[in-house]
């Protein structure tokens, strides 16, 4: 599979979006043997607990962020491939970006990356995509499933050709959903705008989202 038919899928509750996923998303669009960078809003996500702003809230703030990459000159786009409704694994997304005869570049954070084979069918993940599995530059390296090693390769070029893992060290910006949640139901907004998008703040203030308390 060329460069030109691979993309990157970078998924998240994004509840709300921040500018670590922005950071990431730019990135891996500049960095990424891929001809885009999809952000896909996660709509009913499987073993979690729902998240506080609605998909069509998520999505819009989502849509903010994706706006701005592009006029940066980031190849970022938003996707709608997991609307609400039923549950949602990563192996239903990766199967309908295959369907459009794209072959597609899970970019996910280390700790999520950690926990790979408790996923559902995560051993049809490793041959249907290929990982990009994102690390801030102090992390220490946590034990991986043979198989995962196996696969892991030093070149991303070889991301867009077949399954495999690359670990990317990358430096984002300190921030969590969480506590930006926390810190609007606070009525901190300062301390919350320091990683929003300016317009996502003002979008969060306009539909009064966080306004109660949560974690």
């Not at 950071?23 to 999809?38: E, N």
């Not at 990009?132 to 992390?139: G, H, N, S």
């Not at 220490?140 to 399954?163: F, I, K, W």
Request: overall charge neutral; charged content about 20%; glycine content about 6%.
């Amino acid at each position: 599979m060329s460069a030109e038919r691979a993309v990157g899928v970078f998924g998240g509750c994004f509840d709300p979006i921040h500018n670590g996923h922005r950071a990431i998303a730019a990135a891996a669009a500049s960095a990424l043997p891929v001809a885009r960078v999809l952000l896909v809003v996660n709509g009913q996500p499987a073993h979690r607990r729902a998240p506080v702003a609605d998909y069509r809230q998520r999505l819009a703030m989502a849509g903010i962020v994706a706006d701005s990459c592009l006029e940066a000159g980031s190849r970022v786009e938003l996707s709608e491939l997991e609307k609400p409704g039923s549950e949602r694994y990563a192996i239903d997304t990766v199967a309908e970006v295959r369907r459009q005869g794209l072959w597609p570049v899970l970019i996910v954070g280390a700790d999520a990356f950690a926990s790979l084979p408790d996923w559902h069918r995560w051993e049809e993940l490793l041959e249907d995509a290929s990982f990009a599995v994102v690390a801030r530059p102090a992390a220490v390296n946590q034990p991986v499933h043979e198989r995962l090693a196996q696969m892991t390769v030093d070149d991303p070029s070889r991301l867009s050709a077949g399954p495999c893992i690359w670990h990317w060290r990358l430096a984002v910006a300190d921030c969590a959903s969480g506590c930006i949640r926390s810190q609007l139901a606070a009525g901190q907004s300062k301390a919350a705008g320091k990683c929003l998008d300016e317009r996502v703040l003002a979008y969060i203030r306009k539909q009064g989202i966080y306004a109660a308390a949560c974690q």
